[in-house]
């Protein structure tokens, strides 16, 4: 018989790989670069954090600007797949890239 404390944490593993597979998927299919082999959070690249950042709030995503985690990487943003569901991994990459091509037609990439 499983320990229901073990079996409990694997379903959070589980549900974890997955949300984070589908968003590296998802962000894959649109060309958008995305690092995350592990863990909850994704890094993703961009030319300027606070327009990407607001930009996705705008579409009811909260993600956190890269530069307080980062050392000697260039600006991204961090985006937690905590509670990500693998069917909303799709829409988040889609606004992603709508944000995108409006943050280089606003500031110029």
């Not at 949300?19 to 962000?27: H, I, K, S």
């Not at 909260?62 to 909303?88: C, K, N, T």
Request: charged residues 20%; hydrophobic residues 45%; aromatic residues 8%.
């Amino acid at each position: 018989m499983r320990d229901p404390q073990w079996q409990a944490d694997l379903d959070g593993r589980l549900l974890l790989t997955s949300g984070r597979n589908a968003l590296l998927r998802a962000f894959g299919d649109r060309a958008i670069e995305a690092h995350g082999a592990s863990g909850m959070n994704l890094w993703v690249p961009v030319r300027d954090e606070s327009a990407a950042v607001n930009g996705l709030r705008s579409y009811g995503w909260w993600v956190a600007a890269g530069a307080r985690f980062r050392l000697a990487s260039g600006p991204g943003l961090r985006i937690s797949v905590a509670d990500l569901e693998p069917a909303d991994a799709v829409r988040l990459a889609s606004d992603f890239a709508a944000v995108l091509g409006e943050s280089e037609a606003t500031y110029g990439g």
